[in-house]
């Protein structure tokens, strides 16, 4: 979650992630409960949902990704509910692009909301409610990288 | 100091892999007995491998694999959401109104090999 200061260019003052520093491994990437995730690719929706999954605010993105001691990240939690919808036309991507990642699969664009809450620090948060928020970008599909492109 | 720096324009390293699932899990308190089948992990997933270039495994977006995880077969959703939150100092009850912006959402849901060569199913949330 990233959350700026209002206006125009408003400087970044939260970055909430999953995680530490230096960033390793499944990055911004943690393991939820399946029945966190419902998926109906007919119907063009789907949904995830957590809570209080564990997080670190860095205050900025950059202090996240390559500096990570300023300030010194927080330790908190972030639940959320997210979900998808409007996805009705799926279409093919296969991509062998190394910069943008070598997978297969097929994706429908939709929309997405969110509503999330969150304590970290001496803070805490709560964000509006799902249906005020907007996406610039959503899209639900499957797909299959790795091991799976070569069976 | 602040970036505006999209999440989704971010590269990907693959910096190596040690994700124990019990340490990062999200809670489930509707049920626990799932979470600890989902959880007890041996294994790691893989990253993704790094774009030329780039030193965080984090590609996403139009056209752009939204997985973070490699030998990932399944389900994934992905959104970049604007809002607004009200921040509380917990300590004085002070209240303020932020935007959100962009906030990179996605689920993975499907079979995965891990590091130890074999097919898991799993669930994951990018946060």
Redo the contacts between chains.
Sequence with gaps: ??????GT??????D???TQF????????????????Q?D?DNGK?S?Q??????FDYG????A?SIGSSPPPTPGW?S?K?I?QGGTASMP?N?TD??????S?T?A?CM?????QA?AG???????PLE?????????????????LTV | ?????P??K???GA?????L?SA????????PR??KR??L?TF??????A??GNF????G???????????????????????????????TGQQD?????????R????MF?GTDGQEH???????
């Design positions: 979650m990233d959350v700026y200061l209002p260019g408003g400087a970044q003052i939260h909430l992630n999953p230096p960033p390793v491994g499944l990055f911004w990437t943690v393991p939820i409960p399946v029945g966190g995730v998926v690719l789907a995830m957590a809570s209080k999954v564990p997080i900025t993105l950059q202090n990704t972030v959320f997210v998808w991507v991509s190394p910069t943008k990642g070598i997978f699969g994706f664009s997405a909301q969110i509503e999330w304590q001496d803070f805490s948060f709560e964000s509006d005020t928020s907007s996406s610039t970008f959503a899209e639900i599909g499957q797909e299959m990288n790795g091991s799976y | 100091m602040s970036t505006n720096l999440r989704r971010l590269g990907f910096l190596g892999a040690t994700l699932g990062a899990a999200a809670q489930d308190d509707d049920n799932e979470r989902q959880l992990w790691a997933p893989v990253p993704v491998t774009a030329p965080l495994h984090v590609f977006g139009p056209g752009e694999d939204n997985s973070t995880i490699s030998n990932f077969k399944g389900s994934i959703g992905s959104a970049l959401i604007n809002g607004n939150v009200t921040r509380t100092k917990t300590k109104y932020f935007p959100f912006i962009n906030a990179n959402m689920f993975m849901t499907g090999k199913p799993g669930t994951f949330a990018f946060v």
